[in-house]
């Protein structure tokens, strides 16, 4: 069951981050400028964030892994379009529909993991889950734009609705073969507006919207800064940028290890500085032979504070896991879309160096900000 969920989570974060690396391949191809192209980043974000509104309680009520499978599946429609999409418009329908089944996926692996896992474990479970993720991320950066500059940029939605299509049909049949997950709708459960209530269910959400916002923006042009400032080509830009994602796995390695030592505020505070070191050594970096370490400090730094967040998040109301995870994910991909948007803008007006420059020490007052809540 666990290697279903982390495969069915692999093609959800890879779906989102494979065209990050296409960004310069989808503005030739459609002759717009980096910066419109990116409206398949935004709408997929925008999607993502407002379906799971609509999946968080729907895994409560019918069970989380037969949600997870049937989301997967499809996934494999809105890919399949994106194969054919004869102009950017198109494009974007198809990263719309991508996004919003995508929705279903991940936060519900995340709630299926706090049904079944105790607290005091379960920072070391997500991070586990969280290998999943990063490596869906290194796929979708790397590998897209090997395929890209090989094949075409098309292929790369071919074989995501392929391994959708695998990994859906798998967990589904799993899931109707077993008994219902822990965790259904119980009766008596708070809705959304009910977690909202909640003091600190708030301020965690206004935290990881400004997390997603700032994070997740840079992390979208991480690739054509390479491509415009360095000249890389876009496997190179995808395979430097992938080791934001090695950095991920190398905290979901030692995640166990610094949370005894350091505790969540430690760890909220390690990945501020982790965060503020490496996208602005990214930025700025005078030469390619630094970015790598950039890019694994910053990924490295970005899980330390996000899987302390979101291990909390599974908390907010477990009466509810799935709602609350679904909220969760909302605001952190909603901010994300922002992020996307104002990071456009810096990026066709300014110079995207500044994006980096902006993000990195926010994200450090932001973590202490965290740090300081969570020693209380």
Same mark, same amino acid.
């Given at each position: 069951?666990?290697?279903?969920?982390?495969?069915?989570?692999?093609?959800?974060?890879?779906?989102?981050?494979?065209?990050?690396?296409?960004?310069?391949?989808?503005?030739?191809?459609?002759?717009?400028?980096?910066?419109?192209?990116?409206?398949?980043?935004?709408?997929?974000?925008?999607?993502?964030?407002?379906?799971?509104?609509?999946?968080?309680?729907?895994?409560?009520?019918?069970?989380?892994?037969?949600?997870?499978?049937?989301?997967?599946?499809?996934?494999?429609?809105?890919?399949?379009?994106?194969?054919?999409?004869?102009?950017?418009?198109?494009?974007?329908?198809?990263?719309?529909?991508?996004?919003?089944?995508?929705?279903?996926?991940?936060?519900?692996?995340?709630?299926?993991?706090?049904?079944?896992?105790?607290?005091?474990?379960?920072?070391?479970?997500?991070?586990?889950?969280?290998?999943?993720?990063?490596?869906?991320?290194?796929?979708?950066?790397?590998?897209?734009?090997?395929?890209?500059?090989?094949?075409?940029?098309?292929?790369?939605?071919?074989?995501?609705?392929?391994?959708?299509?695998?990994?859906?049909?798998?967990?589904?049949?799993?899931?109707?073969?077993?008994?219902? @997950?822990?965790? &259904?709708?119980?009766? $008596?459960?708070?809705?959304? !507006?009910?977690? =909202? /209530?909640?003091?600190? %269910?708030?301020? #965690?959400?206004?935290?990881?919207?400004?997390?997603?916002?700032?994070?997740?923006?840079?992390?979208?042009?991480?690739?054509?800064?390479?491509?415009?400032?360095?000249?890389?080509?876009?496997?190179?830009?995808?395979?430097?940028?992938?080791?934001?994602?090695?950095?991920?796995?190398?905290?979901?390695?030692?995640?166990?290890?610094?949370?005894?030592?350091?505790?969540? @505020?430690?760890? &909220?505070?390690?990945? $501020?500085?982790?965060?503020? !070191?490496?996208? =602005? /050594?990214?930025?700025? %970096?005078?030469? #390619?032979?630094?970015?790598?370490?950039?890019?694994?400090?910053?990924?490295?730094?970005?899980?330390?504070?996000?899987?302390?967040?979101?291990?909390?998040?599974?908390?907010?109301?477990?009466?509810?896991?799935?709602?609350?995870?679904?909220?969760?994910?909302?605001?952190?991909?909603?901010?994300?879309?922002?992020?996307?948007?104002?990071?456009?803008?810096?990026?066709?007006?300014?110079?995207?160096?500044?994006?980096?420059?902006?993000?990195?020490?926010?994200? =450090? /007052?932001?973590?202490?900000?965290?740090?300081?809540?969570?020693?209380?």
């Amino acid at each position: 069951m666990p290697w279903l969920l982390g495969a069915c989570c692999f093609a959800s974060i890879a779906s989102m981050r494979a065209c990050d690396t296409l960004l310069p391949a989808l503005a030739d191809e459609f002759s717009t400028t980096v910066g419109q192209a990116s409206r398949v980043i935004f709408v997929f974000a925008v999607a993502y964030g407002v379906f799971q509104l609509g999946f968080g309680p729907l895994g409560d009520r019918y069970g989380k892994l037969r949600v997870i499978a049937l989301c997967a599946l499809a996934c494999v429609i809105g890919n399949g379009i994106a194969f054919f999409s004869p102009t950017l418009d198109w494009l974007v329908t198809a990263r719309i529909v991508s996004g919003a089944f995508a929705a279903g996926i991940y936060p519900m692996a995340m709630a299926w993991v706090g049904d079944n896992v105790a607290y005091g474990e379960r920072q070391v479970a997500l991070a586990r889950l969280v290998s999943a993720s990063v490596l869906g991320t290194l796929a979708g950066q790397w590998l897209s734009g090997v395929i890209a500059e090989w094949v075409g940029w098309r292929p790369t939605f071919a074989l995501l609705a392929g391994l959708f299509l695998v990994a859906g049909a798998l967990l589904l049949r799993t899931a109707r073969g077993g008994a219902s @997950p822990a965790g &259904a709708f119980p009766r $008596g459960r708070p809705a959304l !507006l009910d977690i =909202l /209530a909640l003091p600190a %269910a708030r301020w #965690l959400l206004a935290v990881t919207a400004l997390e997603g916002a700032m994070a997740f923006g840079a992390i979208a042009f991480m690739p054509s800064l390479l491509q415009r400032h360095h000249a890389a080509s876009l496997s190179m830009a995808g395979g430097l940028t992938a080791f934001y994602g090695a950095g991920g796995f190398v905290y979901s390695r030692v995640a166990g290890r610094l949370l005894r030592r350091m505790g969540e @505020p430690g760890l &909220a505070r390690l990945g $501020g500085v982790s965060l503020c !070191l490496g996208f =602005l /050594a990214f930025g700025y %970096a005078p030469d #390619l032979v630094w970015v790598p370490a950039a890019c694994a400090l910053a990924g490295f730094g970005f899980y330390c504070l996000h899987n302390t967040l979101q291990t909390n998040a599974t908390q907010m109301a477990p009466s509810a896991r799935g709602a609350a995870m679904a909220l969760f994910a909302c605001v952190l991909f909603l901010g994300q879309s922002a992020g996307v948007l104002a990071a456009a803008w810096v990026a066709d007006h300014l110079s995207d160096a500044l994006i980096f420059a902006i993000v990195g020490p926010g994200l =450090l /007052a932001l973590s202490m900000v965290a740090a300081r809540r969570f020693r209380r």
